[in-house]
Nanobody, 113 residues
Framework: VQLVESGGGLVQPGGSLRLSCAASGFTFSRYVMGWYRQAPGKERELVAD????????NYADSVKGRFTISRDNARNAVYLQMTNLKPEDTAVYYC???????WGQGTQVTVSS
């Protein structure tokens, strides 16, 4: 089982980024997937998760209305579209496969002017 995140980077406040997570080694379409983040000195926290079909999503209050989680089961991928980014969104973002308790290596997102 492997999860590989990509798409992080440096962006100015108010900007946008799209994170991708490529999954392999399991039947992706059967499982809930999630995005988490961890800022320096803070605990890892849930950002959003999505049901196996993509029909149900859940967001942390801090990102509601700004972030959108989606998935493409044909491509074994889950995405996080982030808009109106704020400095407090700066963190390492991780993809998570809940059922297998597997995490990706993380991708750094830095929001700064």
């Amino acid at each position: 089982v492997q999860l590989v995140e990509s798409g992080g980077g440096l962006v100015q406040p108010g900007g946008s980024l799209r994170l991708s997570c490529a999954a392999s080694g399991f039947t992706f379409s059967r499982y809930v997937m999630g995005w988490y983040r961890q800022a320096p000195g803070k605990e890892r926290e849930l950002v959003a998760d999505i049901s196996s079909s993509g029909s149900s999503t859940n967001y942390a209050d801090s990102v509601k209305g700004r972030f959108t989680i989606s998935r493409d089961n044909a491509r074994n991928a889950v995405y996080l579209q982030m808009t109106n980014l704020k400095p407090e969104d700066t963190a390492v973002y991780y993809c998570r496969f809940y059922a297998g308790n597997v995490w990706g290596q993380g991708t750094q997102v830095t929001v700064s002017s």
